[in-house]
């Protein structure tokens, strides 16, 4: 009971001192293309783009068969065109 009673008192402590989140500046105008240049990927930086992904299970089994390929199963929770 008291190491409880110790634990919620500490995690009050712990609450308290945290430092609140504040908003980041908004990007300036001019700062604006520069940012984008440097977070833009490079042509050679985005070659998985030109892979004809198939979005069909079986079409892509059928595909790999034809052309006596392997599969890259890229799976993942959620909408599987923009997980939410």
Request: one cysteine or more; charged letters at 25%.
């Amino acid at each position: 009971m008291l190491r409880t009673k110790l634990a919620i008192v500490a995690c009050g402590v712990l609450c308290l001192s945290v430092t609140p989140l504040h908003a980041a500046k908004p990007i300036a105008v001019e700062q604006f293309d520069k940012l984008r240049t440097v977070i833009k990927p490079a042509n050679n930086e985005d070659k998985w783009a030109a892979i004809p992904w198939q979005t069909s299970l079986w079409e892509a089994r059928k595909l790999a068969a034809e052309k006596g390929k392997p599969l890259l199963l890229w799976e993942m929770d959620g909408n599987p065109l923009g997980c939410t």
